[in-house]
């Protein structure tokens, strides 16, 4: 059974910086899957944040680019969201997600089949 359990999130002051950690188990893809960070602030509909291929090759919405970092480390099986300079506008619950290998583009408008339970992230101004 997949699991990925994000981890990481807290409460800041704008300007402040959060990492972000999506642990993936039980999943024979991890390490070829495309994987990407999605958000939702209350009210709102989700948005993708950034996504990253299996080797390594990334996207960012406009909103975060230059602010934010995403990565993995595939001997670990951990995806990552360096999240630096926030603004109280990226306050938000923030999940991971990944969808195993099709020979597509990696990005987040891909069909994620596999999602976290997410982790809150509230950034005061």
């Known amino acids: 059974q997949v699991q990925l359990v994000e981890s990481g999130g807290g409460s800041v002051q704008a300007g402040g910086s959060l990492r972000l950690s999506c642990a993936a188990s039980?999943?024979?893809?991890?390490?070829?899957?495309?994987m990407g960070w999605f958000r939702q602030a209350p009210g709102k509909e989700r948005e993708g944040v950034a996504s990253?291929?299996?080797?390594?090759?990334?996207n960012y919405a406009n909103s975060v680019k230059g602010r934010f970092t995403i990565s993995r480390d595939n001997a670990k099986n951990t995806l990552y969201l360096q999240m630096n300079s926030l603004k109280p506008e990226d306050t938000a619950m923030y999940y991971c997600?990944?969808?195993?290998?099709?020979?597509?583009?990696?990005?987040?408008?891909?069909?994620?089949?596999?999602w976290g339970q997410g982790t809150q992230v509230t950034v005061s101004s």
């Open positions: 997600a990944a969808v195993n290998p099709w020979g597509g583009y990696c990005y987040t408008g891909a069909d994620f089949a596999y």
């Open positions: 990253i291929d299996s080797v390594g090759r990334t």
């Open positions: 039980g999943y024979t893809y991890s390490n070829s899957a495309c």
